[in-house]
C-alpha cells in the first residue's frame, strides 16, 4: 500500500472512533458496543500505521498474501457480531413476549375487578391493543 493509502485509512479509523464516541455521548449507542467498535478502530489505525505487523501473522497461519490475514479476521470478526446480535434478538423476542402476555393478564385483572367494583369498564387506548 502506498503511503496516501495509509493516510487514507488512518483517517478513517480516526474519524470512525470520534463517530462512536459522539454516540456514546448521545446515548445512542451502548458503551458495551462502543468499546468494541473503537478497538476495531485503533486496530485499523494500528495496522495503517505499521501494515508489516501482518507479514509474520500472515506467515505463521500460512497465508501468503497479507491483505487476505485482514480480510479473514474481519469475516470471523463480522460472523461473531452476527452471532451476538441474533443471541441478543432472540433474547428480547423472549422478553417481549413474556411482557406482551403479562401485560394482557393485568389488563384482564383489572377489568375484573372493575366490573366487581361496578364500575364500567373502559375500552383499551389504541396503542394498548394488541399488534398482531
Not at 393485568?106 to 364500567?120: D, I
Request: glycine share 2%; hydrophobic share 50%.
Amino acid at each position: 500500500m502506498t503511503t496516501r493509502a495509509h493516510i487514507v485509512v488512518l483517517l478513517v479509523a480516526a474519524f470512525t472512533i470520534i463517530f462512536i464516541l459522539r454516540l456514546v455521548r448521545r446515548r445512542q449507542l451502548r458503551a458495551k458496543y462502543s468499546m468494541l467498535w473503537i478497538t476495531v478502530g485503533v486496530a485499523v489505525a494500528v495496522f495503517a500505521v505499521f501494515p508489516d505487523l501482518l507479514n509474520p501473522l500472515s506467515r505463521v497461519l500460512g497465508i501468503y498474501y497479507q491483505p487476505a490475514t485482514f480480510l479473514l479476521f474481519a469475516t470471523v470478526f463480522l460472523l461473531c457480531i452476527v452471532l451476538h446480535f441474533s443471541w441478543e434478538l432472540s433474547r428480547l423476542e423472549d422478553r417481549t413476549r413474556t411482557l406482551a402476555e403479562e401485560h394482557a393478564l393485568l389488563r384482564q385483572e383489572v377489568t375484573a375487578l372493575r366490573t366487581e367494583v361496578g364500575e364500567r369498564p373502559t375500552r383499551p387506548v389504541e396503542s394498548e391493543q394488541a399488534i398482531p
